[in-house]
């Protein structure tokens, strides 16, 4: 069973950024640190367990009916009757911006999510049960590929599932009308069905989170969220921009004045569009504002 680091002394962003770059498929253990921003002393040990006894059920859903030599669309058949059908979880359409659907824990025990972590539960059971399952990054709404062969590296055998419309199996066309309904305004193309990388299913977690926070007016767990976003892809301009604003809605100048400084640093070696230039005079402005403001403190 995977574990999940307690160093004492390391931070969450510490904790989290060595999950992503450990090696393997692993996704449910550093998922269950980022719901510690929400849960600061979750346990996931009791989780990862249950994930294992969930496993070993679709397991022999998977062998009894229709057995592991089956098409693989047998075998994901059987796993969502296991998944939706026995156990049922189900998309939370009715609550989708509760935080609780991006806290892998909250999933687990009210057995609603949003797609992100509908798509972690769906493949760490489907990859205890002998398949390999696999993120996608698709635009608006992430989905899961389903492979045939656990060691199989080639992605046109594989079935396009949507576990939180219940494990529906989705071809090129119904991608197409999925992209179009989220209003992701870009063309289609087969590079958007690539696989996930670790690192790019908590960056995507961990926006979710943001855009929610922010939304509620959560500032420490907003910012709390931003440094870990920093700590896995540190020349974010955006976060370090979102930072700062956030510390300096909770009246810590100092900090926001840190963060736009280096934002202005960082801009300048970037290439800038007409937005990127307006948005930068908006940080220079909040700059000369904050150094006065500091001043007068010191």
Known sequence: MPCVPTEPHASLADLITEAADRPGFDLAAPAFLVARIEYPRLDAGPYLDRLDLMGDAAFHFVAKDPGHDAPIAARVDAVNRYL????????????????????????????KGNPITMALVYIEVARRAGLRAEGINFPGHFLVRVLPDPHSGDAGEGLIVD????????DESDCR?????AGEGSAFEPSLLARATKRQVLVRMLNNLKRLYVKMHSFPQARATTDVLLALQPSSLADLKDRGLLAYNMNDFS????????????????EQDDDDRKETEQVW??????????AQLN
């Open 163 to 170: 576990p939180f419309h219940g494990g529906a199996i989705l």
């Open 84 to 111: 939706f059908g026995e156990l049922g979880f189900t998309g939370n359409r009715e609550q989708f911006d509760d935080p609780r659907n991006s806290c892998l824990n909250e999933v687990m025990d009210r057995k």
């Open 255 to 270: 900090h926001a004045l840190r963060d736009f400084e280096e934002y202005l640093k960082l801009a300048r070696l970037a």
């Open 177 to 181: 009308q999925l992209l179009s309904r």
């Open 285 to 294: 402005e909040h700059v000369k504002t904050l150094r006065r403001r500091v």
